[in-house]
């Protein structure tokens, strides 16, 4: 889990993604006195690309949902990639941010980015 305050944003955080499995990531929004960001009526967006600018390989979602899930009362978004889905990914670097928009949508905030590697299993579990 990654807590992420208020005043460091956007954070930097990379990931490491193995085809064929599941992958996620759990995040905390807090204020800059640690105490989690209540999240009624936002919404969230992640797109993932092999560069800045290229085409759109995942759009993720909280409305509709389709893969991020806003637990508003605790701070708390939960992002996650079916295996299917990380299958379906060609081995190499990928980039990635991460956008929460308020109720009103008079906040965007950039709340995370970074780089997606993805590898190849070594082990071929039957």
Known sequence: MTEII?????FHKDFNIYQGQNWGCTLIRKDSNRDPVDLTGWTAQ???????GGD???????????GITITAA????????TAAQTAAIKVGNLVYDFFMVNAGATETVCILEGELTVHQAVTEVA
């Open 56 to 66: 759109v390989l995942y759009d993720l979602t909280s409305d509709p949902a389709a």
């Open 6 to 10: 208020k005043t460091t944003l956007p």
């Open 46 to 52: 992640m797109q993932i690309r092999r560069r800045k």
């Open 74 to 81: 605790t701070g708390t978004v939960a992002i996650a990639l």
